[in-house]
């Protein structure tokens, strides 16, 4: 009975010792890879610059939500910048109508950062939900300030809704 013992306990041993060096081995081919690190240039330039005269308008805001609806909108800047202009004409589709008035003047969409995207319900039928902002957020958003090299003089942007038709945030500029 005892040599019966001993031999279950060195089975259980060699077996113990087997799924450790099993999982030891996992473990280390499963170790992420050193990120290399790549020195940055004493003094970076840019590797194309915008033609003369190309700028864009970059607002920042303070928004306020509450369960994704907009409360209040404060602007905490608003500077000119040599830029390409963004390509906001592609974007066919968000929930935001940005059109600015001036001399010449720009209609495009953006998405309503009151909203934001997350994974979705592991046992629901989307892989990503939206879900309602409650709280301050920083949303920069960047108007071009040519079309067709043609210069937009911004005086005010105008923002509405497209779901509801309202206006929800009106800047002077």
Not at 111 to 130: C, K, L, N, T
Request: charged share 25%; proline share 7%.
């Amino acid at each position: 009975m005892r040599q019966r013992l001993m031999l279950r306990t060195a089975l259980l041993a060699v077996a113990t010792g087997a799924v450790v060096a099993g999982l030891s081995a996992t473990a280390q081919e499963n170790e992420p890879t050193p990120i290399e690190r790549v020195a940055a240039a004493e003094d970076p330039v840019p590797v194309d610059e915008p033609p003369d005269g190309s700028l864009a308008l970059v607002v920042v805001y303070q928004l306020a939500f509450e369960e994704g609806i907009l409360q209040n909108a404060e602007v905490v800047s608003a500077e000119e910048i040599p830029s390409f202009s963004p390509k906001v004409g592609v974007v066919e589709g968000g929930e935001w109508q940005v059109t600015t008035e001036g001399v010449g003047s720009i209609t495009f969409f953006t998405w309503d950062p009151g909203w934001q995207e997350a994974e979705g319900d592991p046992e629901g039928d989307s892989e990503f939900e939206w879900i309602p902002v409650t709280g301050s957020i920083e949303w920069v958003l960047v108007v071009p300030l040519s079309d067709d090299r043609e210069r937009i003089e911004v005086e005010r942007i105008i923002i509405v809704d497209t779901r509801t038709g309202e206006v929800v945030i009106e800047t002077e500029v």
